[in-house]
């Protein structure tokens, strides 16, 4: 099982929440943790290198598009879709 985090709409993904989650997704048991945002910090980055041997859970990071900012699917005329 995955566990997956969201960074933050209006700042980049940091070392802390990183940290943090990887704690509580170890806690849980899953066997790997997806880090998305739209910008991530270069301590974060290195931590999702270096997880498996820091943190005992392999970890990806996957870059956000704007389009997961989806104020406008709300409504019924817009589309349902976005990519990652």
């Known amino acids: 099982m995955a566990a997956f985090v969201f960074g933050p ?3 980049a993904v940091s070392e802390q929440l ?4 990887a704690k509580e997704a170890n806690l849980k ?3 790997h943790l997806y880090v998305s945002g739209f910008a991530i910090q270069d301590a974060a ?3 999702i290198q270096d997880a498996e041997a820091i943190a005992g859970l ?4 996957v870059a956000a598009t704007m389009d997961l ?3 406008d699917c709300s409504r ?3 589309p349902a ?3 990652a």
Do not use: D, L
């Open 76 to 78: 019924p005329r817009a």
């Open 58 to 61: 392999p970890m990806t990071y």
């Open 9 to 11: 709409e209006n700042g």
């Open 29 to 31: 048991n899953y066997k």
């Open 81 to 83: 879709r976005f990519s």
């Open 69 to 71: 900012q989806m104020h």
């Open 18 to 21: 990183v940290a943090q989650v």
């Open 45 to 47: 980055t290195k931590f």
